[in-house]
Nanobody, 125 residues
């Protein structure tokens, strides 16, 4: 049974930092892309970072470039999202997800096979 379990969410003030973790289990993710998405109330779920599990190559949308960093630890089967210079508009539930198609199609939520339960991030001004 595949499981993706997020942790590390919480409440911070604007300008602060958080590191999210996603512990993956239940299968080998070689060839997969691992993505971090977020969803704020009333908004669509959006990708904030993705990484190739095999070679660690990252992808970031323009909205978070320079502030968010994705990484993975193959030995621990864990993907991380380091978030710096947080803004109130970063407030959302953050989800980890796994995509068998790799980085070629990271933006579409329907391409992801597995999802975590989400972790809340709240940034106050």
């Amino acid at each position: 049974q595949v499981q993706l379990v997020e942790s590390g969410g919480g409440s911070v003030q604007a300008g602060g930092s958080l590191r999210l973790s996603c512990a993956a289990s239940g299968r080998t993710f070689s060839g997969y892309a691992m993505g971090w998405f977020r969803q704020a109330p009333g908004k669509e779920r959006e990708l904030v970072a993705a990484i190739s599990w095999s070679d660690g190559y990252p992808y970031y949308p323009e909205s978070v470039k320079g502030r968010f960093t994705i990484s993975r630890d193959n030995g621990k089967n864990t993907v991380y999202l380091q978030m710096n210079s947080l803004k109130p508009e970063d407030t959302a539930v953050y989800y980890c997800a796994a995509n068998r198609y790799g980085l070629g199609d990271v933006l579409r939520t329907d391409k992801y096979d597995y999802w975590g339960q989400g972790t809340q991030v709240t940034v106050s001004s």
